[in-house]
């Protein structure tokens, strides 16, 4: 997991909060990060102390096999195609809840339980809260379109960068066998507009761009804000 940061503290108060969210019988989207791993932990808390009951749909290896050491028993999309609830992380939330995600390299899977879910739930501490999303974009791309999706990017005003490995040599392969591109654009002024623009690139599977939070759980210093979309 990659986090040791000033922020730690915050994450796990976000994190820990929504896990209150779930109850029994539900099924619940498990996101992927630092923050909502503290949310799958307080759960694992809860299946024990208080025989919580709910059935998980990870979207990652690493939110699996944290979900799997925490005792939550899994289920799939498959199985249960519309889900209760889903939480997870954010690399940055701007003032309209546009959202950017991707920086665990899992966007895509992410977008997907998100929007099965009938209510989509970030946790993140307040450095991510922004006016404006000025976070580089990750993108999952097909290996096979690279070039291209790098050429439409510049295209679009973008400086995209292949996200490389930090103990491999070459890009870092997602979940899905895929490369991650992340293109910076700056400060993005019309979020729903460079969403439709990105969709249009052949080879990009997803972007990490999300427009459907429904709430926002925010680890203040003096406790966790909610922020509810009006
Ligand atoms: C993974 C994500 C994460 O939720 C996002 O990067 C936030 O991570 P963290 O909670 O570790 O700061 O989108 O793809």
Redesign the pocket.
Known sequence: ???A?ANANA?RLAGEAAADLVKNGMVVGL???????WTIKRLGERINGEELEFLGVP??FQAESLAIASGVSLTTLNVHPILDLAI????QVDANLFVI???????TR?KVVACSARRFVI??DES?HVEKLTWPV?VEVLPFALRLVERKLRNLGGEPVLRLGKMKDGPVITDNGNFVVDANFGTIEDPEELMALLCRIPGVLEH?IFDNLDELYLAREDGVERIKRT
């Open positions: 997991m990659k986090d940061s994450k996101g992927t990060g630092s923050t909502v791993a979207t990652s997870d992380g954010a690399d995600k991707g920086g665990g390299a899992a966007h992410e946790v993140a991510k990750p990490g």
